[in-house]
């Protein structure tokens, strides 16, 4: 089964809008970190903002926050104040356990900012 | 900020071949990671290594797969012999020691295409 799901393949949204990507994680772990990256046009990975299991208040980067619902197992990305240059895959990432092991990735959803 | 580099960004070879691919890391991280994309598609784990070793690899990793980190030099992804199957984008991360909560950073990937 896979570890973590992202539902939305792919979003539009005008410019200087607000935009929340879903993203689902599945672990037994008791301590989990969760990582939120994206994929530019050209390729680039670029990590975003980092949600640590253990705590209770939304991690926030700028104009990147989190909304993490860790009952439903849900880890929310929403960037405000959208602009052209957020158009990029974005990728939800799971790491199980405290350790600098693997790191698992949902499939990713596009998303278009538009003018 | 910190970069990893890879070396190079695209590589063709015929089936059969040997094929090196080159990761400089960030100068201070210690945990390395290769990671498989196809087509833009989900990043695929391969393998992580610390301190010489292999510490996790996936069922991707096949036999004719190898890692290593001479001193001071690259980390290198090695595939003898390659196979069609083996193009994709191979991407490299590292981490920082201490604990889960570090996020790899990623290489802009190399593009292996193999005829």
């Known amino acids: 089964a896979q570890k973590v799901t992202q539902t939305q393949t792919s979003i539009s949204v005008v410019e200087k809008t607000t935009v929340t990507m879903d993203c689902v994680y599945e672990?037994?772990?008791?301590?989990?970190?969760l990582f939120w990256y994206k994929q530019t046009a050209s390729g680039e990975i670029v990590f975003l903002i980092r949600?640590?299991?253990?705590?209770?208040e939304n991690a926030t980067v700028g104009h990147y926050s989190l909304n993490f619902q860790k009952p439903k197992s849900s880890i929310g990305l929403i960037i405000t104040a959208t602009q052209i240059e957020d158009s990029a895959v974005y990728f939800c990432?799971?790491?199980?356990?405290?350790?600098?092991?693997?790191?698992?990735f949902g499939d990713g959803t596009q998303l278009v900012v538009k003018p | 900020g910190p970069k990893v580099l890879q070396i190079p960004s695209h590589q063709i070879i015929d089936m059969g071949q040997m094929v090196t691919l080159n990761c400089d890391p960030v100068?201070?991280?210690?945990?390395f990671y290769w990671y498989k994309q196809i087509l833009g598609q989900q990043m695929e784990f391969l393998v992580n290594?610390?301190?010489?070793?292999?510490?996790?690899k996936s069922k991707l990793f096949k036999d004719q797969f190898s890692v290593e980190r001479p001193d001071g030099s690259y980390f290198t992804l090695k595939i003898q012999p390659t196979a069609l199957e083996d193009s994709a984008v191979y991407f490299c991360?590292?981490?920082?020691?201490?604990?889960?909560?570090?996020?790899?950073?990623f290489g802009e990937g190399t593009r292996l295409s193999v005829l």
């Open positions: 991360a590292s981490s920082l020691a201490g604990g889960g909560n570090q996020a790899p950073l």
């Open positions: 672990t037994r772990d008791s301590s989990y970190f």
């Open positions: 949600q640590d299991s253990y705590k209770k």
């Open positions: 990432a799971m790491r199980e356990g405290d350790s600098n092991n693997r790191i698992f």
């Open positions: 100068s201070n991280h210690l945990y």
């Open positions: 290594f610390y301190n010489g070793k292999v510490m996790e």
